[in-house]
């Protein structure tokens, strides 16, 4: 059993520095789960912690149910592949595989079958004999993988183990984890900036913001459903419109009004829950692929935007423009790959206000509402 509980762990630097604050989090056995954040937001001091190179400075930590906050790193039975996966370049990819076992004893025949196992599994049969050197990155990354698997850990940490390689390789790699977590079924938690990764490869995304555990769920729920303006920007590109407004009555209906002519009616049935927000300001959260360049349905509400800039992507055209006539705001919109409209020039586009978030303006905290539902 391979559950790792952090029970209000926290991280403190001999400098006083919070690195980690008060995280609490239950991953469960065999759960892929994601970390996610920006640049110095504590995702490496976690992993670290939970490997235990790391002290923890409050809380408990417990793996399988057993406090292990005291216990070496080399007793928990985790192993981590880093970003610089470190491979000794004078071995073989066999005995980079190898080494560890040897040096833990394991007969030699136990090697063999674990390393040409995992050699299997990774599709390294054929460079056994050759050096890190002679590797591609993908390569020389799975060799680092294979060195974790033959250890047989109940767990993974892996510390953005894709971030060296170039995109195809990435997104191949991405895939290669996948389907390594469905045959192993262990325990794997994965730390990365990429928000492709984020979205697609674990059952669930812990969102990390200055040391703090902002928000988890599996990854489309916390896309429909951000918590907050921080999580709302970061898990997306582009990142979701926030537009400043008032929250307005207007006969049996709330206005979200950005100024005389740009006003969305909130749906009806999320008029209650943001009822108690009308008579003063709102940050409303719009998505980029909420906003159309045609009204397919009556209740999508027209908004008037100067184009700054359209970047053509090939599949689809990204709308940079400015709403609001007293205050412009940029906004961004996903349009079809024909969508044209010259810089400076004013265009009619469509939003779909039922999936619109508002956020409390002054503390960026979501306004709650029944979340938005999603397939899978
Ligand atoms: N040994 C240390 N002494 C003092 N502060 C540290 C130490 N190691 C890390 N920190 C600080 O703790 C915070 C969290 O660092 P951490 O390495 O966990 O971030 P991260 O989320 O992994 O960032 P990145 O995405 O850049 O790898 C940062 O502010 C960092 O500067
Ligand atoms: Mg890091």
């Not at 390689?165 to 895939?175: I, K, N």
Request: hydrophobic content about 40%; proline content about 5%.
């Amino acid at each position: 059993m391979a559950s790792i509980e952090l029970d209000r762990v926290s991280k403190i630097y001999a400098n006083g520095a919070y690195g980690v604050r008060d995280v609490d989090l239950k991953i469960e056995d065999g759960e892929f789960v994601i970390f996610l954040g920006p640049s110095g937001c504590g995702k490496s001091t976690t992993l670290r912690m939970i490997a235990g190179l790391e002290s923890i400075s409050a809380g408990e930590l417990r793996i399988g149910g057993r406090s292990v906050n005291g216990v070496a790193p080399r007793d928990r039975n985790i192993a981590v592949v880093f970003q610089s996966y470190a491979l000794y370049p004078h071995m073989s990819v066999w005995h980079n595989m190898a080494f560890g076992l040897k040096m833990r004893g394991v007969s030699s025949s136990e090697i063999e079958t674990k390393v040409a196992g995992a050699a299997d599994l990774l599709g390294l049969g054929h460079l056994l004999q050759r050096k890190p050197g002679a590797l591609s990155g993908g390569q020389r990354q799975r060799v680092a993988l294979g060195r974790a698997i033959v250890r047989e850990p109940e767990a993974f940490l892996l510390d953005e183990p894709l971030s060296n390689l170039d995109a195809q390789l990435r997104a191949e790699m991405r895939l290669e984890l996948v389907k390594l977590h469905r045959r192993l079924g262990r325990t794997i938690v994965h730390v990365t900036h990429d928000q492709v990764e984020a979205m697609t490869m674990g059952d669930r995304i812990c969102i990390m913001k200055d040391g703090r555990l902002i928000q988890h769920g599996r990854p489309l729920d916390v896309y429909a459903n951000p918590a907050d303006t921080f999580v709302a920007r970061f898990l997306a590109t582009p990142p979701m419109n926030l537009v400043g407004a008032q929250l307005e009555h207007e006969g049996e209906d709330l206005v979200v009004r950005v100024d005389a002519e740009t006003r969305l009616t909130v749906p009806r049935k999320h008029y209650l829950p943001y009822v108690h927000k009308a008579g003063g300001p709102i940050t409303a959260g719009i998505r980029a692929e909420d906003i159309y360049e045609t009204q397919a349905h009556p209740e999508w509400q027209r908004i008037s935007v100067k184009v700054v800039a359209v970047e053509a992507l090939g599949a689809e055209n990204v709308l940079i423009g400015m709403v609001g006539r007293d205050k412009p705001v940029e906004i961004q919109a996903r349009l079809g790959r024909h969508f044209f409209a010259p810089v400076d020039s004013t265009v009619d586009l469509y939003v779909d206000v039922e999936p619109m978030h508002l956020f409390d303006a002054e503390t960026g905290k979501v306004v709650a509402r029944p979340p938005l539902p999603v397939g899978r």
